[in-house]
């Protein structure tokens, strides 16, 4: 809020029903990569870990191109008619970083989740998720259409996992 100079009446909170989640929404659009989009923030344990923008049908095509300008090509799905439903673009994997790796999955071990790369078993693949991603979804007949969600939940577990599991500090 101070970042962005807002005070308590330019926000709605929402209640997610999830402990340690909370969410707001601006009640006024913001600018994003120079279009008007209507935002609202998630966090968990008081930290920023996701932004949901949502931008008008005009301008989905623009917003496309400004992000894959930014991060490079994302990659695609498509509906059975060959049409674009979503693109999504992320960064590197915790599989090809150990350490980071070994970090988030000590969290959620204290957290009380299972781990396992196994698809086989029960738990969590810490491996498979990128530090950040963000998906643009471009299917003009779903009611999510041009809704941009941006998710950096593991980022924030690297950057304050004293927060998501007070008795676990990285050293």
Not at 161 to 167: I, L, S, T, V
Request: charged share 25%; hydrophobic share 35%.
């Amino acid at each position: 809020m101070n970042a962005l100079k807002l005070s308590d009446k330019d926000i709605t909170k929402i209640d997610t029903g999830l402990a340690h989640n909370d969410q707001i929404h601006l009640n006024h659009s913001i600018k994003l990569y120079d279009r008007s989009a209507e935002v609202s923030f998630t966090f968990s344990y008081h930290i920023l870990i996701g932004l949901t923008a949502h931008f008008k049908p005009e301008d989905v095509e623009y917003v496309e191109k400004a992000i894959t300008k930014e991060r490079g090509t994302g990659i695609y799905k498509y509906n059975g008619k060959n049409e674009k439903t979503d693109v999504t673009w992320q960064d590197e994997l915790l599989e090809n970083n150990k350490t980071w790796k070994a970090a988030v999955e000590e969290i959620y071990k204290n957290l009380g989740f299972k781990i396992s790369d196994d698809p086989m078993k029960d738990g969590i693949s810490v491996g498979q998720k990128p530090i950040t991603w963000c998906r643009l979804t471009m299917d003009s007949n779903s009611p999510l259409y041009g809704n941009l969600y941006f998710n950096g939940d593991v980022a924030a577990m690297l950057n304050y996992p004293e927060k998501y599991a007070p008795e676990f500090i990285l050293k």
